[in-house]
């Protein structure tokens, strides 16, 4: 089902049971369908060569992956050899130091690449097949018929999703470079009493596109006030049937208008991390957040304030900063902290920022193309379902699709319709099975050290915390420890979620004990007293996101979601990291 260079393998066992594998859960949250792991392969091709071959990161040369019972597990490849590390940190200085020097316009230039990217796979097109040819074809003398089309069109689509996972890549692994290696040791060696917490601290109170969508959903019930049409969003209540009620009535039908502006882009937020096609977006499902906006009325109704204070947070900020930047002794020194804090807070939002145009709005619009060509199958009885392409790894929907062209260009029946089904109806059963399996937090060997910003960064791995998830302390049966996310202590009843299809179980006043939270999470931090998940860094979305709420929070428990249940009293301090079960 799977390729076999993803795959743990006998002639490769020597090297791959002495390096560190570890479940990358963050992204993968579920088992793998063969298609889907095509943005595996593309985004760990782009973050191989931008580390080790573009910008040359001093200490990693990127990420190898394996698929073990569809999950994806991952292995960061550092560089140990000191003569190597220094040689590369040259190529680092003046590759990633132009990139830096000229940032804001380069992000801006970054944006637009996306936006173009993403209109260019709007128009790509899956046409019919024709009992016979336009006669266009051959008055206007093309010579190319549409069998061409269909496959330069599934060329087109597939070369975008490698070419957009370059453009990400390019953008992400120096703002990671910058923050791990410059900024973030700058500040542990200047200041060796500073917490993790209070070194992003300096660099945030952001508003990013990532709270674009949930602002969009805060103005929206606040329309709804404004129109008259509130008693119209009960919760519980179906999109579609609300949808329906409200295009009855001239006040509906203008809200239904605010929420198409709001719709594109800002829903086309997937319910997951964009890696995996049935995570839908809100443009194409709305029903997991739909529920937020009779919160959100009442709320308003109340008085109460929904957005976060901003203000508030970058007052917070700055003091902490000029609390630092006193205690250095030269004025070299504050130079180089004011140049470091002004590059990494650049940085640090474009980090978080562009999330939303590649694994929500880009990644939103490929599925959904993909599916366009899925109903291509379904009308020639390739597949019952546009969603079964998923089950063939994309190298083999171009074996079904030139299947495809050739019966249908000659007249003759196609081996697709016998092959297919039959092999989609068994992977569909092996998937099932693989649903079942809980995959390990890691597998192999734990190195001394992990010299891959982003590994660091965004998952939070490392030697130590994977010891610990590995070797769980003795007599700390109710302790859990975790990274220190967002600061402060609070105590109140866990709720545990897998998905965002449980986000509507999640009450007033819980903590959310997770596996990993996702950007379109974003409406539930203002309901949620705490957060507590297995996997997650300084730079992940969980950690930011509860930062600029003002959640406390510990992540990268490794346990969490196996050792806490529903409703059980929890202890979280975001200071020390340490999550206490009280019952």
């Not at 899956?126 to 093309?142: A, C, G, H, S, T």
């Amino acid at each position: 089902m799977y390729p076999y260079y993803v795959l743990f393998s006998e002639d490769r066992r020597a090297d791959e049971e002495n390096r560190l594998w570890f479940y990358n859960g963050m992204h993968f949250p579920e088992p793998m369908t063969p298609f889907d792991i095509i943005t595996a392969e593309a985004a760990y091709v782009a973050i191989g060569e931008m580390s080790t071959r573009t910008f040359c990161i001093p200490p990693a040369k990127g990420i190898d992956f394996r698929i073990l019972n569809g999950y994806a597990f991952i292995s960061p490849t550092p560089v140990t050899d000191p003569a190597a590390i220094q040689e590369r940190a040259q190529l680092f200085e003046k590759r990633a130091g132009y990139y830096y020097a000229n940032w804001r316009s380069i992000y801006d230039e970054w944006k637009q690449k996306l936006i173009r990217e993403i209109e260019q796979l709007k128009a790509i097109s899956f046409p019919d097949l024709p009992e016979v040819e336009d006669e266009k074809i051959v008055f206007e003398r093309r010579g190319i018929g549409t069998s061409y089309d269909l496959l330069r069109s599934y060329h087109q689509a597939i070369e975008s999703i490698y070419r957009v996972w370059q453009i990400h890549m390019e953008i992400i692994m120096i703002g990671f470079g910058a923050y791990f290696s410059f900024y973030y040791d700058f500040c542990k060696r200047s200041f060796p009493e500073i917490t993790d917490q209070q070194v992003t601290q300096m660099v945030g109170a952001i508003d990013v596109s990532m709270f674009r969508p949930n602002y969009e959903l805060m103005r929206l019930a606040g329309k709804a006030l404004e129109l008259g049409v509130a008693d119209y969003f009960k919760p519980g209540a179906a999109p579609k049937e609300v949808f329906a009620q409200l295009e009855q009535v001239e006040a509906g039908r203008a809200w239904l208008s605010e929420w198409n502006a709001s719709a594109d882009p800002w829903f086309y937020m997937n319910s997951g991390d964009g890696f995996q096609h049935h995570h839908r977006a809100w443009v194409d499902d709305p029903t997991p957040i739909f529920n937020v906006l009779p919160d959100y009325i009442a709320r308003l109704q109340r008085g109460e304030r929904l957005e976060r204070d901003v203000e508030a947070l970058r007052q917070r900020r700055d003091e902490i900063t000029e609390g630092y930047r006193n205690l250095l002794q030269t004025d070299a020194d504050r130079q180089a902290f004011d140049q470091l804090i002004g590059l990494v807070r650049d940085v640090y939002f474009s980090v978080e920022d562009h999330k939303f145009y590649v694994e929500h709005w880009y990644m939103s619009v490929f599925w959904n193309k993909m599916r366009e060509l899925g109903r291509v199958f379904v009308a020639h009885e390739f597949f019952q379902d546009e969603d079964d392409l998923f089950l063939l790894h994309y190298t083999e929907v171009y074996q079904a699709l030139f299947d495809l062209l050739l019966g249908w260009s000659i007249g003759a029946p196609s081996r697709g319709p016998v092959y297919w089904p039959q092999l989609v109806a068994r992977r569909k059963a092996l998937m099932e099975q693989l649903r079942k399996w809980t995959p390990p937090p890691a597998l192999g060997v734990v190195p001394e050290t992990i010299g891959d910003p982003a590994i660091v960064m965004l998952w939070g791995i490392t030697p130590d915390r994977l010891r610990a998830w590995l070797t769980p302390a003795e007599g700390e049966g109710n302790i859990l420890r975790g990274f220190p996310a967002s600061s402060g202590t609070v105590e109140g009843p866990a709720r545990v979620i897998s998905s965002v299809n449980e986000l509507e179980t999640v009450q007033e006043g819980e903590i959310l004990v997770c596996p990993v939270t996702e950007p379109s999470w974003a409406p539930i931090f203002t309901k949620v007293r705490g957060t507590v998940t297995d996997i997650g860094g300084v730079m992940s979305h969980a950690a930011i996101v509860t930062r600029e709420y003002g959640i406390p929070a510990v992540l990268g428990t490794g346990v969490a979601t196996k050792r806490i249940r529903t409703g059980q009293r929890i202890r979280v301090d975001g200071d020390q990291g340490i999550v206490t079960i009280l019952d």
